[in-house]
Every structure is written in C-alpha cells, then in structure tokens.
C-alpha cells in the first residue's frame, strides 16, 4: 500500500520529535548521519561558538553552497535546530534577515531557544509545510535546504512554493539525498526509511525535471557520495525493512547519494 502524504508528514514529524527530544544528531537510520566537522569546513564553524554545531540532521552543507553575501534574506526548508540558520545569520549580518521554516514544534522550539542563547537578532523560525511555505512571494534572495525535500511527499509543490517566495534572480542551495536509479518497492513503502532520509529520495534525473517544470533554470547537480561506514550503518539499521547485504557493495554506494544542488529563478 502507498502512504498517503498525511501519514508521511506525520511519520516524519513524530520521528524528528523524538530525535530532538533525545538530543540524538543525525537523520535516524543514521543514513545521513555525518558529524559537524564532515559537512562544514573549519572556517564556517569557527564563526559559532563551540559546542554550537552538533546537533545537525543535514547530509552536506548548504550553506558555503549558497555563497550567502552580507544583507540578503535567507529562507531555510526544514531549518530542524537551526544550524544552518545560524551559520546563514553570521554570513549575512546584521544587515541581512533568516527565516527558518519546519513543521515540527520540537525542532522550532529548540531552534528558537538556541537563537536566543546566540543573541541572534537576525533569525527568526516559523513552523509551516515546505508545501505551503509561510512566506510572502518575491522576498527571498537565497533558498537552503540540508536533507528536508527528500523527505516530502510533495516535491514538485516544495519546488513550486520555493519558487513562488525567491525574488527574481533569486538562487536555489540544497543539499539532499537523491538516487542513481529506483528504489525497490518494499524501501518505498516503509515509513521508518521515508523518515530517515531513504525511501522518499527519487532519482537525480526526475528531482531535475520537477524544478525545470516550475520554472528553475541554471539546475546543476554534483553528486557527493557517503562514505563506506556511513552506507554499512545504513545497511545494517535498515536490515528489519530490506535486505541489502546481497546487492554488490559498489552498486550500493552509487544509488544513494548526497547531491549538491543549484537552481535560478530567472530574473
Ligand atoms: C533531516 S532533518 C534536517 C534538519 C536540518 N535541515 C539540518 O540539517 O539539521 C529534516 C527536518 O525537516 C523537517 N521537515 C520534513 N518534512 C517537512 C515538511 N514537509 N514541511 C516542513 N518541515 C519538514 C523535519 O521536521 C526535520 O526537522
């Protein structure tokens, strides 16, 4: 049976609820689990105190993607505790506007609470769906994401809605799971691999005809593939929903992938 669009919102709500509420780090089936220090360079952490970087449920780094120059407004999809909304804040400055938007209260809440201990005047969080984004329509210079519209059961009104909010010219930086080739059925209909950032991933080619469908230009895709221990965890925390041992390790490393993502709103 497929999972109806409500079951995967709150699948995926209840399972970050209770990430954030353990203080646990990483996606959950620790698929895209990486520390701090594996997704950002030294530069871009040192610009928080320390300490302030380990809760990140991200699979790359948006942030030195997205090029983030002083004063623009920055919107951030599934902003989860805010680490990529602060490293956003400091690029921009004072000058410069962060909105995080994510539908779980816990994750607001915390983010919320880390911002204030930051004293980051620049930030602000609003919970709201990716697909019908809280946010008024030509106000946003630059779009991130980190591990988030993988997780929807939406994409194309994700991309739609992005689309509506970036000012012309505006740019697209997302990192996020995608996949060299269909998943198997039984990977798709699982929740508890919807929720860690697995079954909800599609393939490169189809995640680049949804944002040209809405008007997206410029749309460049750079693979960076997970490690071996990385992909092994994952394997072995998905062992109860399917059985990967038998597929030859090269292939595995190559379906599943963290991409790099660009996109333009023309001007
Ligand atoms: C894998 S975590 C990533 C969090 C953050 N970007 C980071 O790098 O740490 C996914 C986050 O996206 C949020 N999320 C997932 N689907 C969403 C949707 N459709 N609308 C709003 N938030 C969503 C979840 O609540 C969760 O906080």
Redo the contacts with the bound molecule.
Sequence with gaps: MTQSPTSI?DA??EH?AERIKNNASC?GSDN?CSTESDLYPADLLSTLPDGESS????CGDPITLASLQPGQTVL??????G??CFFAAKKVGETGQVIG????PE?IERARSSAKRLNLQNVEFRQ????DLPVDSDTVDVIV????IN???DKSK?FAEAFRVLKPGGKLAVSDIVTDGPLPDVVKKSLSAWAG?VAGAVEAEEYIAMMEAVGFTNISITPVYFNKETIESAINEMKDVVELQSIPRDEVYKAVYSAKITAYKPG
């Design positions: 919102h995926v709500r970050y996606c895209c809760v990140s449920y991200g951030d999809l599934g902003s989860g505790a680490l990529d938007v994510d539908m779980t994750m709201g769906y990716l697909e994401s980190n591990c988030v997780l929807s059961p994700v950032c």
